[in-house]
T-cell receptor
């Protein structure tokens, strides 16, 4: 079966510090991968998605970046965090396993607080 | 453009039925999904409906789709306190060979005993 992991689960960082959040998927190959942010009281905002190694598409301009160094690894980064980067970050994957290619499976999330 | 709208809050009593509504804008959507998010957790797929269906029933859940009005609803029968969560409606869109989901802002369902 497929599983998706995110770490860390929670993170408190000062403004201006760097960020690295990691997401890995097990039990499937060549998944589509997604990073979402959920700010307090708001819905899900798609930040990045990737259809393959080294292929990243950005949905919104921001000081965040994403990388996919391996097939099942997706990393969200920032060189300098802003207060507005606080939120709940969710990684998701989709693929052909379920028969519905755009069904997305979500990780447990990372709660980021920027002070 | 792509936009999915939901009411933000719904409060019901335990044992009542809950109906969560959603409107979407893209008539080319193939699947429409309902996800559930419990506090501090990721999203779990609850159910889905294919765009050529009008209704789908899955135990206590009933999904109704009105394609003409681009309206989707989720009915939870005999709502329990464990159903308290945020419910997200999402439409799937396919562009240039890959698919994405567009989510609504979520409806917070509060079930009181």
């Amino acid at each position: 079966s497929q599983t998706i992991h995110q770490w860390p689960a929670t993170l408190v960082q000062p403004v201006g510090s760097p960020l690295s959040l990691e997401c890995t998927v097990e039990g499937t190959s060549n998944p589509n991968l997604y990073w979402y942010r959920q700010a307090a009281g708001r819905g899900l905002q798609l930040l990045f998605y990737s259809v393959g190694i080294g292929q990243i598409s950005s949905e919104v301009p921001q000081n965040l970046s994403a990388s996919r160094p391996q097939d099942r690894q997706f990393i969200l980064s920032s060189k300098k965090l802003l207060l507005s980067d606080s939120g709940f970050y969710l990684c998701a994957w989709s693929g052909l396993t379920s028969g519905r290619p755009n069904e997305q499976f979500f990780g447990p999330g990372t709660r980021l607080t920027v002070l | 453009g792509e936009d999915v709208e939901q009411s933000l809050f719904l409060s019901v009593r335990e044992g009542d039925s809950s109906v969560i509504n959603c409107t979407y804008t893209d008539s080319s959507s193939t699947y429409l999904y309902w996800y559930k998010q419990e506090p501090g957790a990721g999203l779990q797929l609850l159910t889905y409906i294919f765009s050529n269906m009008d209704m789908k029933q899955d135990q206590r859940l009933t999904v109704l789709l009105n394609k003409k009005d681009k309206h989707l609803s989720l009915r939870i029968a005999d709502t329990q306190t464990g159903d308290s969560a945020i419910y997200f409606c999402a439409e799937s869109l396919t562009e240039a060979g890959y698919s994405t989901l567009t989510f609504g802002k979520g409806t917070m369902l509060l079930v009181s005993p």
